[in-house]
């Protein structure tokens, strides 16, 4: 076949994983076009693509002025950047796929929507949780009907204590203003999920969360501003100096120390972490998203959905219990306990047996970077958008879900879709 070519709109880490797919597989795919604003990264996509200097754009509109000159377009700038582009490489024609979320606000989505329905496109959002093997393998036993029909569903996110300090306090996504909020940012593709396992539409929502921790008032008092300059730091399982140094030290120079330097050094780590926000005392950032959140769903049918997002735990897979009328499943997103009321028999179904080999940069979300790149790549090559499981319509849906979530945390009260 012929490689379906791609161009890169933000070279930051989603940017970089999913273009890792043509280089793993070049037959299939190829990068031909970048922009981004930050030379480093703009300059190691180009050389690690070979990508013609006439491609190479410090600014997306840029690229987009150009005539059309691949077949599809990977959009993996901040989450507020995704409106304008999205709508500007539709109207060129772009195959697109938009990382997750799709935009920070009810309005953009639907531009967005409105877009790329309007032309003949393949369109696909970032919600790898849809395209797992596992997720495939659960959908399948539900449709099946062998724990009968679904009653309700609980579903667990957890975020994890350094995931939640790196990202959510201390990086990118700490502040709603320059981000969105957390729900959006980091489990609107949970709620997708959700919804795509139950089915059915949900009809009403209420949620309840707060930023309760990571607040100037529970800073112990003998802990300083920054890491590397507190006496408390032993002692705080938060610290940013054991945390980053520690996965130098074992070799793991991929995500999250990407994100904090370009210099894979402990000279260049420490510098960063005195410099830059990564370093900052978790009790002084300028964070205000939420540390823990619940969201319950009611669907068309009655079904029920209790959905929990903390960053209060250790680092683990997600966690679901599902309970139908003949029978009730555990997961953990790689095995499948399934219980059958009749027969009385327990089933344990390991979804990473036989699981197909795929590059360690795509291994991420149980394989979901890999199969999602992967699916879309042969929706574009066989210009076959019934491949895709993230489309822009049910996309729309689960967004407004989200956003309907966080009006009511902010409103205590239940809101009707």
């Known amino acids: 076949m012929t490689p379906v070519e791609m161009i890169i709109a933000g070279a930051g880490d989603r940017g970089f994983v999913y273009a890792s797919y043509a280089k793993a597989y070049p037959n299939r795919a190829k990068i031909v076009g970048v922009a981004e604003p930050r030379e480093f990264y703009r300059k190691k996509m180009a050389e690690d693509h070979n990508i013609p200097e006439e491609n190479v754009f410090t600014d997306w509109k840029d690229m987009a002025k150009m005539k059309r000159f691949a077949d599809a377009v990977i959009i993996t700038t901040q989450d ?41 496109i393949i369109f696909a959002v970032g919600h790898v949780l849809r395209y797992t093997r596992y997720t ?46 957390m729900l959006l940012t980091k489990s609107c593709h949970d709620l997708d999920w959700i919804r795509y396992i139950i089915s059915k539409r949900c009809t009403s929502v209420s949620s309840f969360g707060s930023l309760t921790h990571f607040r100037n008032e529970n800073k112990p008092e003998t802990a300083g501003s920054n890491c590397l300059e507190c006496s408390y730091e ?53 964070n205000d998203v939420v540390d823990h959140q619940v969201v319950n769903m009611e669907f068309e049918g009655g079904e029920t ?7 209060f735990t250790k680092t683990r897979q997600r966690e679901t219990r599902i309970f139908g009328s003949h029978g009730e499943i ?13 027969s009385g028999k327990t089933e344990i179904i390991d979804t990473t047996i036989d699981a197909q080999r795929i590059p360690n940069s795509l291994a991420e979300h149980g394989g979901g970077d890999y199969a999602l790149i992967d699916t879309f790549v042969s929706a574009v090559s066989q210009n076959d958008p ?14 407004l879900m989200t956003f309907a979530a966080e009006r009511s945390r902010k409103e205590q009260k239940t809101i009707k879709l």
């Open 234 to 286: 032993p002692e705080c399982p938060y610290s940013a100096k054991r945390f980053y140094l520690t996965l130098l030290e074992r070799g793991k120079t991929g995500w999250p120390l990407s994100v904090i330097t370009t210099e894979m050094t402990k000279g260049g780590i420490i510098r960063e972490l005195r410099n830059g926000p990564y370093g900052r005392c978790v009790y002084e950032c300028d």
């Open 80 to 120: 507020h950047l995704h409106r304008e582009p999205a709508i500007a490489f539709a109207k060129k024609d772009y195959h697109i796929l938009l990382e997750k979320p799709m935009a920070p606000d009810e309005k953009s989505c639907r531009e967005i929507t409105k877009a790329v329905l309007s032309r003949d």
């Open 386 to 399: 019934s491949l895709i499981l993230s489309g822009p319509e049910e996309t729309l849906e689960t967004h």
């Open 330 to 342: 555990y997961a953990n997103s790689k095995k499948i306990q399934l219980h059958q009321f009749l």
């Open 136 to 181: 495939q393998k659960l959908k399948s036993i539900i449709d099946s009907g062998l724990i009968g029909d679904v009653i309700s569903l609980q579903h667990l996110e957890p975020v994890g204590y350094w995931h939640q300090a790196h990202s959510f306090v201390r990086g990118n996504w700490r502040n709603e203003k320059e981000s969105s909020f």
């Open 305 to 311: 959905a209790a959905f929990t997002m903390t960053g």
